[in-house]
Protein backbone atom coordinates (compact mmCIF):
# COMPACT_ATOMS: atom_id res chain seq x y z
CA UNK A 1 0.00 0.00 0.00
CA UNK A 2 1.37 3.31 -1.04
CA UNK A 3 1.96 5.85 1.41
CA UNK A 4 -0.01 9.13 0.50
CA UNK A 5 2.15 11.36 2.83
CA UNK A 6 4.80 13.43 0.98
CA UNK A 7 7.84 12.66 2.61
CA UNK A 8 12.08 13.75 2.57
CA UNK A 9 13.60 10.98 4.24
CA UNK A 10 16.95 9.96 5.15
CA UNK A 11 17.90 5.88 5.71
CA UNK A 12 20.50 4.24 8.24
CA UNK A 13 20.56 2.44 10.94
CA UNK A 14 21.26 5.57 13.09
CA UNK A 15 22.49 3.24 16.08
CA UNK A 16 23.04 5.94 18.88
CA UNK A 17 21.46 8.79 17.32
CA UNK A 18 24.63 10.49 17.56
CA UNK A 19 25.74 14.05 16.58
CA UNK A 20 26.97 12.83 13.32
CA UNK A 21 23.21 11.29 12.37
CA UNK A 22 21.68 15.07 14.25
CA UNK A 23 23.40 16.84 11.53
CA UNK A 24 21.52 14.39 9.05
CA UNK A 25 18.60 14.60 10.71
CA UNK A 26 19.02 18.76 10.52
CA UNK A 27 19.55 19.21 6.93
CA UNK A 28 16.64 16.58 6.57
CA UNK A 29 14.60 18.78 9.10
CA UNK A 30 15.57 21.94 6.65
CA UNK A 31 15.03 20.36 3.28
CA UNK A 32 11.64 19.07 4.29
CA UNK A 33 10.69 22.29 5.37
CA UNK A 34 11.88 23.53 2.10
CA UNK A 35 10.13 21.77 -0.16
CA UNK A 36 6.91 21.48 1.62
CA UNK A 37 7.28 17.50 2.89
CA UNK A 38 7.22 15.32 5.98
CA UNK A 39 10.55 15.07 7.22
CA UNK A 40 11.38 10.81 7.76
CA UNK A 41 13.79 8.65 9.17
CA UNK A 42 14.17 5.69 8.15
CA UNK A 43 15.91 2.97 10.15
CA UNK A 44 16.06 -0.91 9.95
CA UNK A 45 14.68 -3.58 12.30
CA UNK A 46 17.11 -5.47 13.37
CA UNK A 47 20.19 -3.74 12.72
CA UNK A 48 21.39 -4.59 9.26
CA UNK A 49 25.03 -6.23 10.57
CA UNK A 50 22.83 -8.48 12.68
CA UNK A 51 21.21 -10.20 9.50
CA UNK A 52 24.40 -9.91 7.49
CA UNK A 53 26.72 -10.79 10.20
CA UNK A 54 26.16 -12.50 13.41
CA UNK A 55 23.09 -11.47 15.75
CA UNK A 56 23.68 -9.52 18.60
CA UNK A 57 26.94 -7.85 16.56
CA UNK A 58 27.53 -4.76 17.14
CA UNK A 59 25.68 -4.30 20.62
CA UNK A 60 22.94 -1.64 20.61
CA UNK A 61 23.24 1.70 21.35
CA UNK A 62 20.21 2.53 20.96
CA UNK A 63 16.51 -0.11 20.50
CA UNK A 64 14.37 0.30 18.03
CA UNK A 65 12.06 1.98 20.56
CA UNK A 66 14.82 4.29 21.74
CA UNK A 67 15.65 5.23 18.46
CA UNK A 68 12.11 6.05 17.72
CA UNK A 69 11.65 8.07 20.75
CA UNK A 70 14.41 10.28 20.23
CA UNK A 71 13.79 11.31 16.89
CA UNK A 72 10.28 11.59 17.47
CA UNK A 73 11.32 14.00 20.27
CA UNK A 74 13.03 16.09 17.28
CA UNK A 75 9.95 16.22 15.69
CA UNK A 76 10.53 14.28 12.71
CA UNK A 77 8.79 10.90 11.56
CA UNK A 78 10.23 7.61 12.55
CA UNK A 79 9.60 4.61 10.20
CA UNK A 80 11.56 0.96 10.92
CA UNK A 81 11.47 -1.39 8.25
CA UNK A 82 11.98 -5.20 8.21
CA UNK A 83 15.41 -6.03 7.38
CA UNK A 84 16.02 -9.55 6.21
CA UNK A 85 18.49 -11.52 4.11
CA UNK A 86 15.63 -11.44 0.90
CA UNK A 87 15.80 -7.41 1.75
CA UNK A 88 19.87 -7.22 1.31
CA UNK A 89 20.15 -9.48 -1.37
CA UNK A 90 17.81 -6.64 -3.17
CA UNK A 91 19.72 -4.88 -5.81
CA UNK A 92 19.47 -1.37 -4.91
CA UNK A 93 17.29 -0.44 -7.71
CA UNK A 94 14.49 -2.95 -6.85
CA UNK A 95 14.41 -1.49 -2.86
CA UNK A 96 14.75 1.94 -3.36
CA UNK A 97 12.12 1.69 -6.48
CA UNK A 98 9.70 -0.76 -4.41
CA UNK A 99 10.03 0.85 -0.60
CA UNK A 100 11.04 4.01 -0.69
CA UNK A 101 9.47 5.58 -3.87
CA UNK A 102 6.54 3.44 -4.57
CA UNK A 103 5.86 2.32 -0.99
CA UNK A 104 6.69 5.53 1.31
CA UNK A 105 6.17 8.50 -1.48
CA UNK A 106 9.76 9.86 -0.20
CA UNK A 107 10.19 12.81 -3.50
CA UNK A 108 13.62 13.88 -1.78
CA UNK A 109 16.85 11.85 -0.19
CA UNK A 110 18.97 12.95 2.32
CA UNK A 111 21.72 10.72 2.66
CA UNK A 112 25.03 9.82 5.18
CA UNK A 113 28.70 9.96 3.66
CA UNK A 114 29.03 6.35 4.03
CA UNK A 115 25.32 4.87 3.61
CA UNK A 116 25.34 2.22 0.64
CA UNK A 117 22.11 0.24 -0.23
CA UNK A 118 21.21 -3.32 -1.76
CA UNK A 119 23.31 -6.22 -2.83
CA UNK A 120 27.05 -6.14 -2.57
CA UNK A 121 26.44 -2.37 -1.12
CA UNK A 122 26.30 -1.24 -5.07
CA UNK A 123 23.32 1.60 -4.28
CA UNK A 124 26.17 4.04 -3.89
CA UNK A 125 24.98 7.90 -3.27
CA UNK A 126 26.59 8.46 -7.15
CA UNK A 127 24.92 4.89 -8.40
CA UNK A 128 21.58 6.53 -6.98
CA UNK A 129 22.01 9.81 -8.80
CA UNK A 130 22.64 8.31 -12.29
CA UNK A 131 19.53 5.66 -11.58
CA UNK A 132 17.23 8.12 -10.33
CA UNK A 133 17.88 11.05 -12.07
CA UNK A 134 14.23 12.47 -11.07
CA UNK A 135 14.76 11.87 -7.14
CA UNK A 136 16.30 14.87 -5.63
CA UNK A 137 19.48 13.86 -2.89
CA UNK A 138 22.21 15.17 -1.02
CA UNK A 139 24.97 13.71 1.02
CA UNK A 140 26.16 15.22 4.21
CA UNK A 141 29.50 14.78 5.34
CA UNK A 142 31.03 13.16 7.90
CA UNK A 143 31.29 15.02 10.94
CA UNK A 144 33.96 14.56 13.72
CA UNK A 145 34.47 15.28 16.91
CA UNK A 146 37.98 16.11 18.51
CA UNK A 147 39.63 15.36 15.41
CA UNK A 148 37.74 12.16 14.96
CA UNK A 149 34.61 10.95 12.52
CA UNK A 150 31.93 10.46 14.48
CA UNK A 151 30.88 7.22 14.83
CA UNK A 152 28.88 4.26 16.79
CA UNK A 153 31.55 2.37 17.13
CA UNK A 154 33.79 5.25 18.82
CA UNK A 155 31.11 5.11 21.14
CA UNK A 156 31.25 1.90 21.85
CA UNK A 157 34.81 1.44 22.28
CA UNK A 158 34.19 4.56 25.06
CA UNK A 159 31.69 2.50 26.83
CA UNK A 160 33.20 -0.71 26.88
CA UNK A 161 36.47 1.52 28.85
CA UNK A 162 33.59 3.09 31.08
CA UNK A 163 34.62 6.47 29.48
CA UNK A 164 31.03 7.54 29.55
CA UNK A 165 31.68 11.26 29.46
CA UNK A 166 33.89 10.62 26.00
CA UNK A 167 30.84 8.77 24.67
CA UNK A 168 28.50 11.68 25.79
CA UNK A 169 30.66 14.19 23.61
CA UNK A 170 30.11 11.96 21.01
CA UNK A 171 25.88 11.57 21.32
CA UNK A 172 25.31 14.93 22.20
CA UNK A 173 22.99 13.49 25.45
CA UNK A 174 24.22 10.89 28.38
CA UNK A 175 24.06 7.13 27.34
CA UNK A 176 20.52 6.05 28.27
CA UNK A 177 18.99 2.75 29.32
CA UNK A 178 15.15 2.43 29.14
CA UNK A 179 13.28 -0.32 30.59
CA UNK A 180 10.59 -1.42 32.73
CA UNK A 181 11.73 -1.71 36.68
CA UNK A 182 11.23 -6.06 36.99
CA UNK A 183 11.24 -7.62 40.76
CA UNK A 184 15.23 -8.43 41.51
CA UNK A 185 16.51 -10.54 44.23
CA UNK A 186 15.24 -7.33 46.43
CA UNK A 187 18.90 -7.49 48.11
CA UNK A 188 19.61 -4.41 47.92
CA UNK A 189 16.57 -3.50 50.22
CA UNK A 190 18.15 -5.24 53.27
CA UNK A 191 21.55 -3.94 53.38
CA UNK A 192 19.95 -0.33 53.42
CA UNK A 193 20.11 0.74 49.83
CA UNK A 194 16.90 -0.74 47.35
CA UNK A 195 17.22 -0.18 43.70
CA UNK A 196 15.43 -0.15 40.57
CA UNK A 197 16.37 -3.21 38.60
CA UNK A 198 15.84 -2.22 34.94
CA UNK A 199 15.17 -4.78 31.86
CA UNK A 200 17.72 -3.48 29.41
CA UNK A 201 16.28 -3.95 25.29
CA UNK A 202 17.14 -7.41 24.08
CA UNK A 203 21.07 -6.82 22.42
CA UNK A 204 21.30 -3.48 24.29
CA UNK A 205 25.14 -2.65 24.64
CA UNK A 206 26.62 -3.01 28.35
CA UNK A 207 28.93 -0.58 29.62
CA UNK A 208 32.15 -1.92 31.93
CA UNK A 209 30.99 -2.88 35.07
CA UNK A 210 30.87 -0.91 37.44
CA UNK A 211 29.35 1.88 39.54
CA UNK A 212 28.26 4.96 37.95
CA UNK A 213 26.67 8.23 38.81
CA UNK A 214 23.49 8.62 36.76
CA UNK A 215 20.10 10.92 36.48
CA UNK A 216 17.03 8.46 36.23
CA UNK A 217 13.87 10.26 35.21
CA UNK A 218 10.33 8.61 36.15
CA UNK A 219 7.04 8.36 34.02
CA UNK A 220 5.74 11.29 36.08
CA UNK A 221 9.03 13.15 34.21
CA UNK A 222 10.80 13.82 37.88
CA UNK A 223 14.59 13.50 37.60
CA UNK A 224 16.88 11.97 40.02
CA UNK A 225 20.33 11.29 41.14
CA UNK A 226 21.03 7.66 41.58
CA UNK A 227 23.90 5.07 42.00
CA UNK A 228 23.87 2.62 38.60
CA UNK A 229 24.91 -0.93 39.59
CA UNK A 230 26.07 -2.59 36.52
CA UNK A 231 26.97 -5.95 36.47
CA UNK A 232 26.99 -9.43 38.20
CA UNK A 233 27.23 -8.56 41.75
CA UNK A 234 30.02 -10.45 42.98
CA UNK A 235 30.04 -9.86 46.94
CA UNK A 236 26.57 -11.12 46.65
CA UNK A 237 27.29 -14.48 44.94
CA UNK A 238 27.52 -13.86 41.35
CA UNK A 239 23.93 -13.58 39.94
CA UNK A 240 22.65 -12.70 36.18
CA UNK A 241 23.61 -9.29 34.55
CA UNK A 242 21.90 -6.76 36.36
CA UNK A 243 21.19 -2.73 35.63
CA UNK A 244 20.28 -1.44 39.11
CA UNK A 245 19.74 2.15 40.31
CA UNK A 246 19.83 3.00 43.73
CA UNK A 247 17.87 6.66 43.65
CA UNK A 248 18.66 8.82 46.36
CA UNK A 249 16.98 10.52 48.61
CA UNK A 250 13.82 8.36 47.37
CA UNK A 251 11.33 5.40 48.82
CA UNK A 252 8.43 5.07 46.31
CA UNK A 253 7.43 2.03 44.94
CA UNK A 254 8.04 2.08 41.16
CA UNK A 255 8.00 -1.98 40.38
CA UNK A 256 6.00 -2.06 36.65
CA UNK A 257 7.05 1.78 35.17
CA UNK A 258 9.07 1.96 32.25
CA UNK A 259 12.15 4.33 33.24
CA UNK A 260 14.80 6.38 31.47
CA UNK A 261 18.83 5.82 33.27
CA UNK A 262 21.23 8.26 31.90
CA UNK A 263 24.39 7.50 32.67
CA UNK A 264 26.86 10.78 33.91
CA UNK A 265 30.13 9.47 35.05
CA UNK A 266 32.01 5.87 35.96
CA UNK A 267 32.66 5.88 39.66
CA UNK A 268 34.66 2.69 40.22
CA UNK A 269 35.14 -1.01 38.81
CA UNK A 270 32.74 -3.65 40.36
CA UNK A 271 34.80 -5.75 42.58
CA UNK A 272 34.45 -8.58 45.11
CA UNK A 273 34.33 -7.09 48.71
CA UNK A 274 35.16 -9.14 52.01
CA UNK A 275 31.57 -8.96 53.86
CA UNK A 276 28.43 -7.04 53.22
CA UNK A 277 29.89 -4.37 55.95
CA UNK A 278 32.75 -3.73 53.28
CA UNK A 279 29.45 -3.75 50.40
CA UNK A 280 27.49 -0.80 52.27
CA UNK A 281 30.20 1.55 53.24
CA UNK A 282 31.42 1.30 49.43
CA UNK A 283 27.65 1.94 48.25
CA UNK A 284 27.55 4.85 50.92
CA UNK A 285 30.63 6.99 49.36
CA UNK A 286 29.29 6.00 45.76
CA UNK A 287 25.72 7.74 46.64
CA UNK A 288 27.65 10.97 48.36
CA UNK A 289 29.92 11.14 45.46
CA UNK A 290 26.52 10.76 42.61
CA UNK A 291 24.86 13.28 45.30
CA UNK A 292 27.81 15.62 44.93
CA UNK A 293 28.82 14.94 40.81
Not at 38 to 44: A, E, K, L, R
Request: with cysteine; net charge neutral; aromatic share 8%.
Amino acid sequence: MTDKVLRAATVGNFDGCHLGHQQIFQILRNEAKAHGLVPTVISFEPHTRHVLGIPGHPALLTTTEEKGAFVRSLGLDFLALPFSREVAEQPYQTFIQNEILDKLNVKFLVLGHDHRFGAAGKGSFDAILQTFPELPAIQVSAKYKDGEVLSSSRIRDALEKGAVERATTFLGRPYRFHGIVVAGKRIGRTIGFPTANVQIGVYKLIPKYGAYAAVVRLQDGSAHRAVVNIGLQPSIGDLPLAVEAHILDFNADIYGQTIDVDLLTFIRAEQKFASIDDLKRQIGMDADFARNY
